[in-house]
């Protein structure tokens, strides 16, 4: 957990490593700041209530999917929607962003609650940071920060051969094995004026998984993730 308490110290801390492991330099510091507090270490603002890198995150998803998107576009000018849409859900899967957000040491700066922490918080936070950087320095610079990121980081030739829809897998698998897969939406709850999905997913009626996301979609690959991992283990 990264302490928030010498306020000059985790500007600078911040502002090196953004300069010397990403290659740029921050504007408004204050925007990566909160980047990297989870909801479980919500602080109250008397401007802006409870602050968290939520709103940053949900911005950073879209800014992330529109960038790999347009890269795979160009890069495979003859591949149908349906093999780019895969290949993009390779590259910006939650285990993905995970491991990423680990290999850049992101996870120094990640503030949270030890007791209340999903496993998907270091992901969560590296989008949050792209959100960050979108608002702090605009598309086009986004673009190529991420993009830097992701080609020196990531070995995208593998990640987007790889089948990371877990959903996809378990649903083969349960054919296969003639077990019957399904998904229930268990609860809903809100968060930051925000839908948080929470999804079981089953294998023969019995609960092997469960995942939360702020999509329908999103929250039944996480519970499809944990029931594979379950599988697998």
Request: charged share 25%; with cysteine.
């Amino acid at each position: 957990m990264f302490p928030f308490t010498k306020k000059s110290a985790i500007d600078k801390s911040i502002s090196d490593f953004l300069k010397n492991v990403l290659n740029f330099r921050p504007g408004d510091i204050e925007i990566y700041k909160v980047a990297f507090i989870h909801r479980s270490a919500s602080t109250k603002d008397p401007i802006c209530g409870t602050l968290n890198n939520e709103r940053l995150e949900y911005l950073g998803d879209a800014v992330l999917g529109s960038i790999v998107a347009e890269y795979l576009f160009k890069r495979f000018p003859t591949h149908r929607e349906g093999d780019l849409t895969q290949m993009r859900s390779n590259i910006v899967c939650r285990d993905r962003l995970n491991a990423l957000s680990r290999t850049i040491a992101l996870t120094q700066f990640l503030s949270y609650d030890n007791n209340n922490c999903p496993k998907c918080a270091p992901g969560d936070a590296f989008e949050a940071l792209v959100g960050a950087i979108f608002l702090d320095k605009g598309y086009p610079k986004t673009k190529k920060i991420v993009l830097d990121i992701l080609n020196t980081h990531m070995d995208i030739e593998s990640v987007i051969s790889e089948d990371h829809n877990f959903k996809s897998l378990l649903l083969n698998w349960g054919r296969k094995n003639n077990k019957n897969i399904r998904f229930e939406q268990t609860s809903v709850e809100w968060s930051a004026n925000r839908k948080l999905y929470n999804i079981t997913a089953f294998v023969n009626n019995e609960e092997m998984g469960r995942g939360s996301d702020f999509t329908i979609k999103k929250a039944e690959q996480s519970a499809a993730e944990a029931a594979w991992e379950v599988i697998n283990g």
